[in-house]
């Protein structure tokens, strides 16, 4: 995913109400912006950091800049989840992820029962294949771990996806990993057991777990690399 516009350099004087940071602009200048990530951002939200913005069009906005990624140590952290599924869904279509290559349709959004929705439905002939995309922001010692807060939501997800096999249709918990300093990937037991437990338990049921890294730089935003995944 290319950005459209060039992003702007600011530094983070901090993130909080969950969905807006304060940052300070290459002027001087201390502005609010929105930070579009419901999750903790737990080990992506340091005060000082470098991080990148983009600006709206929309003139009616409260917040013209969102937040879009922040710079730990040497590498950028894409942190707007609001696109993670656009670039997941663009690197399925460029053939990008092999075990899901091939595919004759793509359709976003997918109701598949009166309290559920995920996030991509696949068509390859007769062949169903129901993804649930999750963003992966936290790193920690080489592992890539999510969820950074618990999220009973997820773990619906993963119980939704398990049905779904059952039925004869493929379910992929599909783990997007914005950030390049991870080697290999696992859910956060220490954060959320339960989701851990439940990804576990799914796994054994036939869902199948991807993880996927983006490379992340202020001009793009791209899927090029699996990496392995531990349930232990």
């Known amino acids: 995913m290319q950005f459209e516009t060039p992003l702007q350099p600011a530094t983070l004087v901090k993130r909080y109400k969950r969905f807006l940071a304060d940052v300070i602009t290459e002027g001087g200048q201390e ?28 003139l009616k906005r409260k917040y013209p800049q969102t937040l879009e990624m922040i710079r730990e140590g040497d590498t950028w952290i894409g942190v707007n989840t609001m696109l993670t599924n ?33 996030d991509l439905l696949l068509e390859r002939g007769d062949e169903k294949i129901y993804v649930e995309i999750k963003n992966c922001s936290l790193v920690e010692d080489g592992w890539a771990t999510f969820p950074d807060a618990v999220t009973a939501r997820g773990t619906k997800h993963l119980n939704e ?17 914005q950030r390049t300093d991870a080697e290999k990937f696992r859910p956060a037991a220490h954060i959320d057991p339960l989701y851990a437990q439940t990804l576990a338990e799914v796994d054994r049921k036939g869902v199948e777990i991807l993880a996927y890294q983006a490379e992340i730089t202020p001009e793009s935003i791209i899927i090029n690399t699996k990496i392995p995944c531990s349930l232990k």
């Not at 999750?39 to 709206?56: D, I």
């Not at 279509?93 to 995920?118: A, F």
């Open 31 to 58: 502005i609010t912006v929105h930070c579009p990530n419901s999750g903790s951002m737990r080990g992506c939200s340091t005060p000082g950091s470098p991080v990148m913005l983009s600006t709206s069009p929309n």
């Open 86 to 118: 656009k670039i997941v869904a663009e690197a399925i279509l460029e053939g990008r992820i092999k075990e899901l290559r091939n595919i004759d349709t793509l359709t976003r959004e997918v109701c598949t029962s009166k309290s559920s929705r995920l």
């Open 161 to 177: 996806l398990a049905e779904l096999v059952k039925k004869g249709h493929r379910g992929v918990i599909f783990f997007c990993i």
